[in-house]
């Protein structure tokens, strides 16, 4: 390995200005540049005259210049605050012309705000005419450029609230001219930005760049300023490097031989114009040799990734062995995450103690499971919000189960039959029916009162915590939203137009970003350990082994790309930042990551999908195929060995998962329901996280029916028409005689009634989804119809059911089945299915978790046989039930079907032809679900990652499905 730089530099002012140290200043591009910087220093000390050493100042340019200009010490609100600002001030410039155009609430400005003031960031900071670039944009009639071209759809959204976008093709005009009007007036909301900005002590980093920069007061007089790698500096930048005294020292690192192939104009540009010392503080650094053992490894898994990390790259290190222990005590080896997401998959997989790590990123709390129910939660809330407070009853059992209220409460007292089936309910009503006066369900259902901060900061009060980690993610989110209040709270100061940035809404996004953002920092000597960084966080520092995760086409670089409004060609007309400049950035923080290591390991995941080509990185190429660089390409393949299950088994909550397993016992209060089943089957881990963690898959917030409440609307449609007939011998006079006016009432209200809705006064949408469910239940009744007579037993039938799946230990299980009727001598299981389902498949293959199908129909009317066979205790629906009378049948109305079973090659004729087989299997399944040391692992043959509770905090999500 090459000489580290930081390291070199150390060594030449040790030696050189040793005890005056104290007097110099150094800047860096992090902090954490500036840490290894001074234990260079330290290690410098210690290993020669051992004196005291009094440490340099090491700051950032950015950090020092708020302290010069005496600026408080950034908000935690600081761009929201500002945001707010520009919205006072947009809504000044853009008033309304009609009610119906526009709608001026903060929370739908907040997105156009973020893109407006990253487009003034970067003017500023590259000094950029300002009246030039918005008198372009104000004639961008004269162009023939249509900004759907260049804007993104996030873009177009935020501004579809303020502007109208008129997309190609919908106009002979290829663009709109309200678009360029709407730039007509940026330069003014620009200037009084500023100027608002200023008096309220508040500053964005352009801004602060430019006031400086365009002063002519001298920086740094009391110290002499040193500064080290900086690199990609704007126009602001280098005039305020300039305002330094003469006598400042900078030292550039450009000098690799990767990054002078790469990047000559620009090193040579930066280094005519502030030259490095040529006297004693000279740096000569050894270049990089080309000798660096590049390994390129392709293996088709994300997650395998850090396994052969862990098995072929750090575990075939001797740790015992002076050497090495050398590496840990001065960190040099690094792995890098270009995308975060990697961090709980390599955490899961590597076999290190926690000791010889340093992740210097800290843990992204959104990964953990109690992140997860919290954002769930908010989620939910924020659509009850926008009903008024009225709650699904779906929305309802989710946010009860995922366990953030120490107080009890059983929803299913709200569904009860006799009252009807209700699909709303109102905040109020809800504590009513429930008897539920308590603070923590209030809480939970926004009606405590206060601002929605306040709210959720007294329900972290209330939460449940049953490890260190999660009272350490509660203690860290009850900080920073205090402190977002104390902020909040005194920027408003009794402005009651500034009140709106308490409205929920607004609150909303804070809270969910700040969750989103947050990190629980890792305790630990920051500089012992196998390092665990992303890549800006790698700048200037270099290590003797690097290993570069994710190195695949689309990861690295990163395609994500956020520059504003201002379109490409403008940006490069002005010198802005464009997508090629930010590219050049990414590959100089690639290239002078690796340009002094000794061995370099690129791993890729080698599968094509949304994101990635399944190719190396472009920078990959570069290396072998441009810089003439050898590179041994290695094809990793799965399994590699297999990890012991106490690696597996790390991250499940035993505890939880303990006190799941003891609820489905006879004796406790769930019931093991087919659906359920059906899901441990198809994928135990899914199950884990839904069913015991409680997490649910963010779904698209939609005030249109789902297909299952369309469904549970015919099913109990059928049933109210039956139910004077329950017990009874149906023939087709019975259900000739039910009026027509009837059945549309019956329909009608049970819509009704569901949705809240007066029958007198339904939306057109709503009309079509009551004409399509009473065609469907006269096609039900049509089919009956031909197939009478029969014994009608039931419909949504409650059922419940044990099962022993090891002598002397019983499950409960439960549900709710369609319909129970008679035909002959035959009970038939009754399933209604208005989709495309099918009533096939194998029984062995559903249950084999090497096969790819779960027969989802199959399963779920053979357990529904199984709970009529074997009824828990009272709970019988038939008396002396027998298995060759029993008869799974699906029906289909709209199809005017009835479908059986077809069990190898002929119709099943009843359930005992199965019994054996199906229920051997259910017993096997259900033992492992009960096995105290259930692994549940991830199966990716049978499961669709995509629609899991868990995906974003699984290490074995497939990503093929993404």
Known sequence: MSQSYLKGLAELFYRTKGGELCKYRFFFQNKRAGTFFNHYLLQEAKGKDKLPLLLPETTTLYSYLRRYSNLPEEDINNNLLVIFHLFQIFKKHYPKESEDKGVYRFEQFYDLGKQLLADFNDIDLHLAPTDQ??????????LTVNPTQYLSEDQIEALSHFVKIIKEGEKKKPFDKEYSGFWSKVGLVYSELKHRLKQERLSYTGMLMREIAEGENVLGDDKTNVFVGLNGLPISEQKILKLFPKGSLFYWDYDSDLLQKSFTEKSREMQIKFPEPSDQLRYERVLDSEDTDFRFISIPSRVGQSIYIDQEIIGNIDWKSGENRAKLEDPQIAII???EGQLIPLLSNLSLHPEQLNITMGFPIKELPLSNKILRLLSLQKRAYNRNNRWRRDELKEMM??????????????????????????????????????TSIKLLLMLEGGTLLENTLRLFDQIPTLGDIEKDVLELLKETLSQQIKSLDKFVQGDKERNEIYEFPTQYDLIVTTIKRARLPFEGEPLRGIQIMGMLEARSIDFETVIVMDAGEGFLPSQSRRLGLLPQSLRAGFGLPTYQWQDNIRA?????????????????????????SGEPSRYLTLLTHIYNRKATHIEASLPLNPMDSDSLNFALDREKIHAYQEQLRPEGKKRLSPSSLIKFITCPRQFYFENILGLRQEDEVSEMLLRKDLGT???????????DFEGKIIDSAMLESIPRNNIAEVVKNNFCDALGLDPNNIEGYINAYIKTAEEIVLKQIEMDKENSPFE???GEVSIHSQLEYAPGDFISLGGILDRIDKSDDMVRIIDYKTGGDKFDGDILKSFDENNKHTFKVLLQLLTYCYMVLHPAKGK???????????????MKPWEQKQDLFINDHKNLTNYQEVQSIFEDKLRETVARLMDSSCPFQTNNKKANCRFCGGVNICSDANIDDF
Do not use: C, W
């Open 133 to 142: 670039i918005f008198k372009n944009m104000d004639e961008l009639g004269d």
């Open 337 to 339: 995450l270009p995308d």
């Open 713 to 723: 609307f015919i099913h109990n449609s059928i049933q109210q028409l039956y139910k």
């Open 876 to 890: 019988e629906i038939i008396e002396n039930m027998a298995p060759e009378h029993l008869l799974p049948l699906m």
């Open 588 to 612: 100089y923080n690639f290239f002078r990551l690796i340009s002094r290591a000794k061995e370099v390991h690129a791993i890729y995941d080698s599968r094509k999908s949304d994101r990635t």
């Open 792 to 794: 009608y037993i039931g």
């Open 401 to 438: 189960s995922l366990g953030l209220s120490p107080d009890e409460v059983d929803v299913n007292q709200l569904f009860d039959k006799s009252q009807g089936y209700k699909l709303y309910f109102d905040g109020e009503e809800i504590v009513s029916m429930l008897g539920a006066d308590n």
